[in-house]
Structures are given as C-alpha cells and as structure tokens.
C-alpha cells in the first residue's frame, strides 16, 4: 500500500474507532495493542477485572491475595491460560437445559471452573452480564454496566510474525469481533476478503483466526460489509452484511458518512450488541459431527434479519401488542431463522410496567417441511428448552395438543396452516401470529389486529404472489378483508 493508501485507511479506523467511543465502547485514542497478548488472544487487564470483580471469592482462590507480587503473577498467568483453553474447549448443548456449553458462547454465558493441583478449585460465572428484558430489574441492568467493551487497533495475532487486524472488539477482555478496513478511493471490499482467505489462515499459534475463538469477522469498505463466523483458508465463505439498495445488492448513500456506517453506529452500538450476544448469537452442531472438525458452527445474524426483529420488537415496546406486520425475505436468505428469533423475542417481551406483552407465540406455517425447520431453529436458540411446543411432533390429534398448549400458555407453539383454522376461536386478542411467507402458498407475517377502534379480526392471511418469472410481489392486503399491513420491513 502506498503512504497515501495507509493514511486513507488509518483516517478510516480512527473514525470507527471514535464512533464506538462514542457509542459506549472503551477506546484509548493513540494506543494500539500493547496491552493486548497475542500469544492468549486475550486481553488479560479487562479479563482479569471482571473475574476479581465480579467473582471475588472465586477469584482469591485462583490468586491469593496474601501471595507475594511474583506468586500473584504466575497464578494471574495460569488463570488466563485456563481462560484460552476454555474458550477452544468443543462447544456442546446441554441436553436437559439447551444451554451451549464450551466455546467461545459457552464460556460468555455460563462461565468455567478451575481447577489446581494442591489448592481449592474456582468456579467462575458469565464472563459477560446480559442487559435484562424486564426493565424494572435495576440491578441487573447495573450490572450489565460493568462490561468492559474495548475495540483495539492494530491487534497482532501471530506470535512468530508482526502481522496486524486493523480492528478487533473485545467483550471483558475476550476477543468476539475482527475487522479489515479498506476504503473505495484505492481498494474494495473484495480486497478485505481476499486478505482474510489468504493472509489470515488460521492455525493453533494464531488463537485469535482459530474457527469458534471470535464470533463474526467484519470485511468493511466505505460501501460494503460482509461477514464470516469461521476463517478456513480460501473455503472461507463469506456472506453480505449491506441493508440493500432498491431492492438489490450494496447500501445506499448517507450524506456527510460513509455508506457503511450503520455497521459501527447501529449494529455494533453498546447496547445492540449485547442483545446480539444474547438473544442472536447461536452455536448450530453438525447434524453428522466428522472428526477433527468443530462439530459445528457459530451463526450471527446477517443485517436484513437483525433489522426485521428489531423493527418488530421497537414497534410493539412502543405501541403494545396487536400489530400487523409485513416481512419479506427473498429465496434462502434465513426465514424460518428470522422467524425463530423474532418469536423467542416476543415470548420474553416485558413491557415498561413489568408486565409480559405476550401469552403465547403461535407460528403457524404451510407444510410440514417448514414447520420442522421452524422447530429445528427455534429449539437452537439459547435457552429455549422447553419454551418450544410442537402440535403434531408426537402422534396424536393435532388439534387437541394445540388446544391444551395454547391454555397452558407461556410457549412458541409450532403448528401447520391445515391445524390453525380448526381452533382459531380458541386465540385471544392477546395471541401473536408469525407465519413463514416461504413461498407462493405461505402465509405473510403478521400480528393480529388491535382489539379496538379495529374491526373483528380476519381469518385469513395474505398470501406471498410469484410472477411468471419466478419473482416475488409483495402482497399489499389480506385477499379476505382488504385491510394492510401496519408496518412493512
């Protein structure tokens, strides 16, 4: 790159990194990656703050607080190389709970123990504290308070090489975002993945680049964003992260700021991404696990998916339960993963009162196929075991375990389109409707009606149209009683 290249991209860098400054995110303006170990791929101070702060029993067993300076430090070093270990243990779900276990996500949300020879083992919790979805548990959110989040510039990840990450997002001290920065005046894009395949391999002394270590990485140039959650090489696959312009491919101009920075703005603001960590971030098994693989893979939400959940959940905190809402998703772009997300969000939602919004989440789809997939995605997600009630996964009549799920209440209930009607006087006001508008006979996505000044609601859905080239149109009423959709994504 030539010096001029260099100071474009640095004079990009300083701009994100102010941005997230301002944005809730620890930045030490001047300061690249001193502190930062690149042996551990650790950020030992912050990871050592929030164990000795929010564990102090724990963390006194790890480090004694009466042990000489060097003691201390030999046990400090220990403890963070427990840390590593733990983050590249083989991530797992936990049959009775649903929770991931190991990994980088079984590490953050449930924590690890510690074991030592000749003294008495820690156990350790969370290493990140999740914002509460009941806003009256002040405590809690005091807590959530306390993460450190620090994006560092320039961060090594070899040991044996002097090779940088232009960015790199630590949550406590543990790395979960890397970012390679270009900028359209003299490279794309393109050049940012072509650097991730080629000049960021993984391997066991890069810890950092290791499938499972970091949660999702970031190419960003001024236009576009794309995104991975596993670096292998040239196999790495890359997928879009662009809010899409007309329709199509890329991000539309913002005046006076680069196109992508609702990147570094929006999705990556304090509080977004710890709703990302917690309610998004998921760890998928391989349905036929192979040796010497992880056994799986990290998914992160892709921006169109994001935008429709939290569009939908911003809407209904300001206005109730009752909505109707439109969403479209083209061919294979994550569905029935948009729809798990969103009804896991709206069967925990709390209102500003305390009060839970939703009795129940009914998703209802058109085929059996879809309905599984459904099921699959949702039973997936973080802690929702148990939350997940299919009609008809069990033999029996369907209709009848509809029913008794619906009664119970405080479920995702999974049905087909040919179950729905048969106990539809069954629903209340209260209920909430996600169907999958997965193809040309499913159902659009919506809420029931307000209860009033609406009429008596209709029955029936709208349906998803194809024209005679195979390309969606976007249905605009419900083909029963006319009425549109309150609010379109």
């Excluded at 339960?321 to 993963?337: D, F, P």
Aim: hydrophobic fraction near 35%; glycine fraction near 8%; aromatic fraction near 6%.
């Amino acid at each position: 790159m030539t010096n001029t290249e260099i100071t474009r991209e640095k004079t990009h860098e300083s701009a994100i990194c102010n941005a997230l400054a301002e944005r809730g995110w620890t930045y030490e303006d001047g300061k690249n990656d001193q502190d930062w170990d690149r042996r551990l791929a650790l950020y030992p101070a912050d990871v050592l703050e929030w164990l000795s702060t929010q564990y102090p029993e724990e963390y006194a067993k790890a480090v004694p607080a009466d042990a000489t300076e060097a003691t201390r430090e030999v046990a400090q070093r220990k403890l963070l190389e427990r840390v590593a270990e733990q983050l590249e243990s083989k991530t797992r779900k936990d049959p009775q709970s649903g929770r991931t276990l190991g990994g980088l996500l079984g590490t953050l949300r449930e924590g690890f123990k510690y074991a030592q020879v000749g003294a008495r083992s820690a156990s350790f919790g969370p290493i990140v504290a999740f914002p509460p979805a009941n806003p009256l548990l002040e405590k809690v959110a005091e807590r959530a308070g306390e993460n450190i989040l620090r994006v560092i510039r320039q961060v090594h990840f070899d040991p044996a090489s002097n090779e940088t990450i232009d960015l790199v997002l630590t949550v406590n001290g543990i790395p979960v975002v890397t970012m390679e920065l270009k900028t359209d005046s003299t490279q794309s894009v393109a050049h940012a993945r072509k650097q991730y395949r080629e000049d960021r391999l993984p391997n066991p002394t890069r810890r950092l680049l290791q499938p499972g270590r970091a949660l999702v990485h970031f190419a960003v140039s001024n236009a576009e964003v794309y995104m991975t959650t596993a670096l292998k090489g040239s196999d790495t696959y890359f997928l879009p992260f662009n809010r899409g312009v007309n329709g199509g491919a890329g991000n539309p101009p913002i005046p006076g700021k680069s196109e992508t920075s609702y990147l570094w703005e929006e999705v990556l603001e304090r509080d977004m991404f710890l709703r990302i960590l917690r309610d998004f971030a998921v760890w998928k098994p391989d349905a036929i696990p192979k040796r010497g693989t992880p056994g799986g893979k990290l998914i992160f939400p892709r921006y169109h998916q994001l935008r429709a959940v939290e569009r939908v959940t911003r809407d209904v905190t300001r206005r109730g339960a009752g909505g109707r809402y439109l969403i479209e998703h083209s061919a294979g772009s994550g569905k029935t993963k948009t729809i798990a997300w969103l009804a896991l969000r709206l069967i925990r939602h709390v209102a500003e009162d305390g009060q839970k919004t939703f009795d129940s989440v009914i998703v209802v789809t058109d085929r059996t196929a879809l309905d599984t997939n459904v099921r699959q995605d949702m039973q997936m997600m973080e802690a929702s075991l148990g939350l997940v009630a299919s009609v008809g996964e069990n033999a029996g009549a369907k209709s009848p375990q509809l029913r008794q799920a619906i009664e119970e209440g405080d479920h995702i209930i999974t049905c087909t389109l040919q179950t729905f009607p048969h106990v539809l006087k069954l629903l209340e006001d209260e209920q909430d409707l996600v169907g999958d508008a997965a193809g040309a006979s499913s159902p659009t996505r919506r809420t029931p009606p307000r209860p009033a000044p609406a009429p008596q609601r209709c029955a029936n859905y709208s349906r998803m149209s194809n024209s005679t080239r195979g390309r969606s149109t976007r249905p605009t009423t419900c083909w029963n009683c006319g009425r549109r959709p309150s609010l379109s994504l």
